[in-house]
């Protein structure tokens, strides 16, 4: 069993333990940075045999989630209405490039556009340790160069 699922079943019987002992069954979740790294690893492989991006959520809350995300090339641009996205960077380095106008921009369900690029949009570089929030509406792609790969906690919150 790898360290992932350890952990996993670790803080599953605490949790048990901790709400049977309170009376109720309210949670705190936490993810180790090492337990991130480790299925980030997994990401990695996914990743390789694909397009060179992978994710999965970790939990669905009722107004946001928790993801992992790992990156070896380009996103495609990302304009989510009633989202916004608060990326943990928890290894590696890219450009995140947000604002601007979306090229080639296409609806892929209701409140979520996608396109090519952004053109006139702020860059900066993300490196491990830094935290970015782009708010809802405002379109945003990870630039990835060759060499580098990126590996983010994305949190996605409902801004209402």
């Known amino acids: ?14 949790d048990e333990l901790s709400a049977k002992a309170k009376g109720t069954k309210n ?3 936490h993810w180790s ?5 480790e299925r980030a ?3 990695r492989k996914v990743a390789r045999l694909g397009d060179g991006s992978a994710s999965e ?11 992992l995300s790992f990156r ?22 890219a450009t995140l490039v947000t604002g601007g106008v979306v090229s080639g921009a296409r609806t892929i369900a209701p409140g979520e556009t996608r396109g090519g690029s952004i053109e006139e949009g702020a860059r900066q ?5 830094d935290v970015a929030h ?7 792609q990870i630039l990835v160069k060759a060499e580098d790969t990126i590996t983010c906690l994305v949190m996605k919150v409902q801004e209402i």
């Open 1 to 14: 069993m790898d360290l992932w699922s350890r952990e996993i079943l670790k803080d599953a019987k605490l």
């Open 27 to 29: 949670r705190v979740d």
């Open 33 to 37: 940075p090492a337990v991130l790294l």
């Open 41 to 43: 690893a997994y990401l």
């Open 57 to 67: 959520t970790l939990k669905e809350y009722p107004q946001h989630s928790a993801m």
């Open 72 to 93: 070896s090339r380009d996103g495609e641009v990302e304009v989510h209405e009633k989202f916004a996205d608060l990326f943990c960077v928890l290894a590696g380095k």
């Open 125 to 129: 570089t993300l490196r491990a340790g």
């Open 134 to 140: 782009v708010p809802a509406g405002t379109p945003h």
